[in-house]
């Protein structure tokens, strides 16, 4: 029987950020990949939140520090705190809003002006459930991710499709970039290695997640 480990037990904490426009479902996204939730009374957030939940990736355990902040212009000076030791995010937009993905760039931009430039960025299209009033093609969401060298998918926090899926595989990625950068340097003392709860900085490291690729169904 497996060992049981408790909340505060895990190999890594890494740090992942939710950034849209307000309305997409982020908040919606974060209960259901952290408490498998969904509430259909859509209420805008305020301020920042943020939960926690740990995946196993390669035998470790991975522990996701995930910021849910809210879109709306007027809380944009908690911007650089918020970003602050990100690794990760999830970039959401409302497929049936063809606004949110136009503005995707924007918010990719002020990403890239607060955090690492290597951050693993995860481009998310959701609420893939209303098919009927899609604005925003599956391929306009890839061609997009492809030219920013994002991750892609498209999820439904309604139908808890692809939610999992969307985290596991930006926790992944920056895993494989720390443990590559432990092998490459050599590194075979136990001092030396990122300790258990030590946060990730993935600097200089772009060239691994390169190489490993991203899913895009």
Not at 86 to 96: E, F, N, R, S, W
Not at 128 to 150: I, M, P, Y
Not at 174 to 183: H, L, P, T
């Amino acid at each position: 029987m497996a060992a049981y480990r408790s909340e505060d037990d895990y190999d890594y904490l890494f740090k992942l950020v939710l950034i849209g426009d307000s309305g997409v479902g982020k908040s919606n996204i974060l209960s259901r990949f952290t408490r498998n939730e969904f509430s259909l009374e859509s209420k805008s957030t305020i301020g920042v939140e943020f939960a926690t939940r740990s995946l196993n990736v390669d035998s470790k355990v991975i522990k996701a520090q995930i910021w849910d902040t809210a879109g709306q212009e007027r809380y944009r000076a908690i911007t650089s705190a918020y970003y602050r030791g990100a690794v990760g995010a999830l970039l959401v937009y409302d497929v049936t809003r063809r606004t949110t993905f136009e503005n995707a760039e924007r918010w990719l931009r002020e990403l890239r002006d607060h955090t690492d430039p290597n951050i693993v960025v995860m481009l998310v299209g959701n609420k893939s459930d209303l098919r009927h009033l899609v604005a925003v093609s599956t391929e306009d969401g890839k061609a997009f991710a492809e030219k920013e060298s994002l991750c892609f998918m498209e999820t439904s926090a309604l139908e808890a499709t692809n939610v999992e899926n969307a985290f596991a595989e930006v926790l992944t990625q920056i895993y494989r970039i720390v443990s590559k950068k432990i092998i490459d340097s050599g590194v075979d003392s136990a001092g030396s290695v990122p300790g258990r709860g030590e946060k990730i900085n993935v600097k200089d490291d772009v060239s691994a997640l390169k190489k490993v690729g991203c899913c895009s169904t």
